[in-house]
């Protein structure tokens, strides 16, 4: 019993309330008969009783026969701290389903809170349609218990396996952002979003509150929350029920909701609080969005929200022992452990089991009773057959103007100095145009200094927030626009998942040395991704393009909290079916993949192209040609005309490739007799083996490029070391000299920057000579009159604060 | 101007309001006479022509001749636009410290905002001080402007060269845990905390508001949090500026706080508003702090915090050509960009430095007037010069027991299984009790389930959220205390963070799969140790310890999105000299591991255990040989006595040690006549050349540890490419076979887990066979008996929902 129960109200709301007793709600009217009460209780308590049998059971599904520990599962896993407050509120979006004809997805933000999913969609049948094993009889629920968090079946988080789930939820925060992606551009749809306050206390879920200003009335859909006030997480209270009720409201106030309390543990009356309250809630979202699609003006409303007050493992045992579990966090896994060993444990368990009366709820083959059926939606109106959220199914394809449209004129490589990404801004902006409702491009405060801004010739940045004045100076603000801006890079990934997921199409442009902020999120993607591809439901979703520009070579003036071009370790780490990595080195390659990955599904497509003004070097066709190898000699650039060279310059990368280039030039100059074959990189899994990445090269095909005995100096865009792992296996990895960042920056010009790193032109140069001792004397000059230039170079670069313009042309000594 | 400022006052609560005009605040007296509103306004005025000059002066630093075009930079970097504020902030934070003797260090959380930090150290003379040849005289100023964002120069954020900076801020979202983290035990303290309302959209910020849930009155200091309402981020209004008063006055008062407004653009109605807003904020903080003092009772009371709103690149002009600068996303970095090319621009350059009158704030020899001076503290009152920003002259060596002590006794390896975390409990423990005020734990919530609960005998967690009559029941909170938990692990990683860079001393213990979620914030404090080793004033810190558990091969039943151990990958793309892994086989290794690591200084520690109960192999005697030399040949599960093994037998990691150790014995057993050398690996950078890294061995121990051209089977507890890139260079690589975590997962038992990713015993022990192509007959027996032997554990691991019994025991043949 919590210790402010026998507050006055005076007090209560200077102070945090307990979980217990009759229901206390904003909106509280008795809408129900007591006939429906009853109803919804039976339905709850058959979905609580499902879960139970899932973390305990492997056989005696409907208790027929007295428990014994023959049926119970070996190891117990599972949790059942969040599962009667998910349930809850499904059962009751059911009732509102059926009431208005709503259009409604689900998403499960506590950690581990399956139960209620899997036992809701299990009730609608939708559980058996998709998995006909398990059926909707004794049978099918025995093995619909025992493959719950049991080896070789499912998890205990909204796992892809699971009908009606866009959002594992495995790793928490991302509830929210999901939830928004979902619902832009789908204007019938409402996401009911479990919010777990534990969840609630990670960075991402803070600030995703503020999606609402995001949010158009007119032409999204509506998210409607419930912050689960569980009162725990594992072995803590939460902050978010241990604050005043005045603070918590304050906060969805001033986070822009209109926040709906739900406090208590009293079904019927917590039925009834629940039931008109978010009644009360879809019907501000419907008037809401009258109000705006009546009058075509999109406003921001306070969006009503709920805060569901309930104990932590809500209709269990209050006390098990000694100890406190209703209510408590021992409530949040498994609550009765030992019933295995002890036999008052096994007992208090069949009770509880029982205290559901399973019995009355599913007939005599099993299966839910038709009178408690009728109370769950049919079709797609069931949540967890809504096809939403597997979005897949709705995904149209991407209307594409032809890159090749946008090329840039390249009569010679290495001449003329253009900006790729402001190039492929022009495409994107025909890409948006041509997909009002089904693509978005997403960015933290970055689109415009990311030189994307020529979207803004067809649509602008989506804001609800207020309008001043000054706006009309190039603010490019809309009330519905494509581009979402927000500077958090968890709400942007978060936002272009759920867009994705449900079907639609999107791109995030990132500065590369933030990126990291969303590695986490980036894993858990590639994670869903690989699991759906196991499972034979899913349709296909579009890729999870990630655009990183401002990019580490160009990050010499911000200095070393800028340089991070490590992102692509993260992903290199993902499984080989999912992730791809791509460095474009100009912009008509660029063009050809973007082109490429926009068009692709299911993948976690990573391009690192840089924003500023670079050399260009294909023509339109060479680049699709060197694209679609992905990997390729530039005979344009190398002198070994069908011979073994003596040695091969190789890059990965635009800045690093300019320099290679430049070192070859630099060769070519002091060496002319020197044998060198030039090799560009874009599809950077073409250097792993064939049999660890589908787009790995076979051995003999990496040898004809690279040659397996010739020193190869590789500039590589990212940490030198990347490369070392994918090629450690290839026959002559050993002759593979890799430079990269490594770590070294400070307030840089270019140039200093790559010196500092050995990536520059002449510290390449000098490098192939180091390896190349035949040259001898030759060597020695040119090695000589290199270290000079470099020289040079550094000292006009250190007195000006500038590179030496020269240095951004150079010309092929032939 | 903006749409809003005519509206009604009733209005005017209901939309953003500008950021122009006459001073609204929530305190507004005149408490300043004109003579001191003057002389703020011209320190004001001081420091605004400092950050101008830094941003576009190479010479003539006082303007002493007419501006010319030689004056200027010739790339020009830096950023103007939250200059003004923070500059307006810390003058008026020096004229309380002066009143109140104050002991007070400056956050600057807003990008970029070097300039504003920088213009008031050198005015405080500190500067000078650290830097002598940045004197305070012409030829001084010349180079303070010119090294500013000028290559081999300092950079726009507070790097570690700033006197007084303890926090970079060059990703964004940690101002304000990082205060905390500085003022968490130090009472006297108040860390004014500048946060951009850009920053403050990050999730990381969003949460960290929180952090007065931990904060208690009586032991810790205060933050007093600036929220910078500027208006807008790059290319983007914040949304914070865009919203109600109302809803922004909720918000804080919902996170916890009492705002206090600052609003406005007029100079002297602005100091007279904020100098009595911030004494006011200054007393309310004092006075909370006394009355827990007094009656010895904490509690949480809302504490104060200033909402400033000014224009963006306040004192800026309002128009540059057509555009608006001041008061608009414009003014963010450089205003005048073209001051090179257009005499327009020079002139209004010119004429709005001459508008800060230099002429009159620095006297002929270019140092600040003393009538001027005597405004700012003296000593180490002075902000920049205050240690707690240099916490390393603070830090006291941590008083440690012996950890001998803890030791779990072993009289033969692989016998006894016990919980290595939880022996480790027993140290840190310890460790907390005999350092009540200068080490802390940290963790996300996580800290019992990862069985290091025994510290609850000594100290408690931090609450100061409301307590239930529930908490005695093992809740282990309490008002002081020496555990923070929050459901952030960006929180309690920045509270670490600030409380090791101020002086102290933590652990971060965390599940290992979500570590990636504070990926980019190691990798900043990498960098930030990194650059402070190169600035020699800087003393060492407390090395940042993670100690990494729940690791992937425990996380079979929690499924494919609880398994990423690749946060070591980002930690080895590090800096060297700062980044050091440690991978303890078990409870002996992890004491003597973590007794090294909580002494070290300017490291960043990763250390990774599990948490179950594991096999122990080594006494203490051995565990500290072994531990010292970092990696090592296990005698005693070798049989190659001194000779040439056939075959080496590898790990690096407890639980893939296990299974190397157990799938040497099934290798010992059915092939009896194999001589194996079993090696072990704790300190993962023993594996790289040692030019690479200072712990890296000599190719020559590195060949008598792992010979160079025998077949080795290592078992690694991350994803095997690592182990690959650390040792592509040495002669033999070809022959290392690395097994690790390969991405593949599901609900699993823990055999099925390391068997899907060929990390068991049964799959090392057929890799071995493999590669013993001269065992002929012998090897294709053992080979067929071992998969028989595996077959039958996975059959009966799929058919009981766990491991076969035996297989957590295993015995030496011999």
Known sequence: ?????????????????????????????????????????????????????????????????????????????GHWGSDAGQSFAWIHMNRLIKKYDLDTIFISGPGHGAPAILSNSYLEGVYSEVYPDKSEDVDGMRRFFKQFSFPGGIGSHATPETPGSLHEGGELGYSVSHAFGAVYDYPDLIALTMVGDGEAETGPLATSWHSTKFLNPITDGAVLPVLHLNGYKINNPTLLARISHKELEALFIGYGWTPYFVEGSDLPTMHQAMASTMEHCVKEIRAHQKKARDSGKAFRPLWPMIILRTPKGWTGPRKIGEHFSEGFWRAHQVPITDVVTNKTSLELLEKWMRSYEPEKHFDKNGKLVPELRELAPTGTRRISANPVANGGVLRRKLKMPDFRDYAVEVKKGGV????????????????????????????????????LGKVYEVAKKVWLGDHFAEDADGGNLELQG?????????TCEGWLEGYTLSGRHGLLNSYEPFIHIIDSMVNQHCKWLEKCAEVEWRAEVASLNILLTSTVWRQDHNGFTHQDPGFLDVVANKSPDVVRIYLPPDANCLLSTMDHCLRSSNYVNVIVADKQDHMQFLNMEQAIAHCTKGVGIWDWASNDAGQEPDIVMASCGDVVTHESLAATALLRQHLPELKIRFVNVVDLFKLIPEVEHPHGLSDKAFKAVFTDDKPCIFNFHSYPWLVHRLTYRRKGQHN???????????????????????????????????????????????????????????????HEGMDPVELTKWVWPF
Chains 1, 2 share one sequence.
């Open 416 to 451: 003329t100095s253009l900006g790729s990404m402001a190039i492929f801004g022009g495409f994107l902006r025909d890409i948006v145009a041509q997909n009002m409702n089904t693509f978005r491009v997403f960015g933290p405060d970055e689109t415009e200094s990311n030189k």
């Open 1 to 77: 019993m919590a210790t402010n129960v026998e507050k006055t109200a005076e007090e209560l709301n200077t102070m945090s309330l307990s979980p217990f007793g009759v229901a206390r709600a904003t909106v509280n009217a008795k809408i129900l008969s007591d006939e429906e009460v009853k109803k919804l209780t039976d339905y709850f308590n058959a979905t609580m009783y499902l879960c139970l049998g899932m973390i305990y059971l492997k056989d005696n599904p409907l208790l027929r026969d007295p428990l014994s520990i023959d049926h119970i599962k070996r190891r117990l896993l």
């Open 736 to 798: 593979i000299h890799v430079r990269g960042y490594m770590e070294k920056g400070n307030i840089d010009t270019p140039l200093e920057l790559a010196i500092r790193n050995g990536t520059d032109r002449f510290s390449l140069a000098l490098a192939a000579i180091d390896r190349l001792p035949s040259l001898g004397n030759k060597g020695s000059h040119a090695r000589e009159a290199l270290l000079n230039e470099q020289i040079i170079a550094k000292n006009f670069a250190f």
């Open 482 to 490: 494509r581009v979402m801006e927000i500077l958090s890079e968890h």
